[in-house]
């Protein structure tokens, strides 16, 4: 029996995403935020794909975006693992892991309801990375510690 491969068509400029945890790319569409999409551009997700490295991973190509940093912290939070390439002329023209910050910015609500990042005043939150492996981070002004972070992402 033949296997069939399913070929997914190259970008002309973009951002790929690879190395994803299994089962965690829609949480990375949902950080990305797809719905601000030009309506042209093509969204490629690949899931449970087998991986020398991790053992099964997913994996976005996103046509003409790149991410800003904030988006790449909140990726880097929620699965470590993955790599992200910048595709220009359909070229990879740069490509690097994930790396969490000593501090993260306006990425995650405190779960804290008192914590004053949640009230009205004019500030973003801030977390410091306190524990690398698993993530644990430390509320900048409250000091409640988080090692959950997809429900608290902003």
């Known amino acids: 029996m033949a296997v069939r491969e399913l070929k997914i068509t190259p970008i002309k400029n973009g951002t790929v995403i690879d190395h ?11 950080i990305i935020g797809i719905q601000n999409l030009d309506r042209d551009s093509t969204v490629s997700v690949v899931l449970h794909v087998r991986s020398n490295k991790l053992g099964w991973k997913d994996i976005v190509k ?4 790149e991410l800003s940093p904030r988006k790449v912290n909140a990726i880097a939070l929620v699965t470590p693992t993955a790599t992200i390439s910048i595709i220009r002329d359909f070229k990879v023209r740069e490509k690097r892991p994930v790396d969490l910050p000593d501090r993260i910015l306006g990425v995650l609500r405190c779960p804290n309801p008192n914590c ?3 009230q009205a005043e004019p500030i973003e939150s801030e977390f410091e990375v306190t524990q690398r492996r698993p993530v644990v981070l430390t509320c900048a002004f ?3 510690q988080v090692d959950d972070f997809r429900q608290h992402l902003a």
């Open 20 to 30: 994803i945890g299994n089962g965690l790319a829609l949480e990375v569409l949902r």
């Open 62 to 65: 996103v046509e003409n975006m």
């Open 116 to 118: 004053i990042s949640n």
């Open 142 to 144: 409250c000091d409640r």
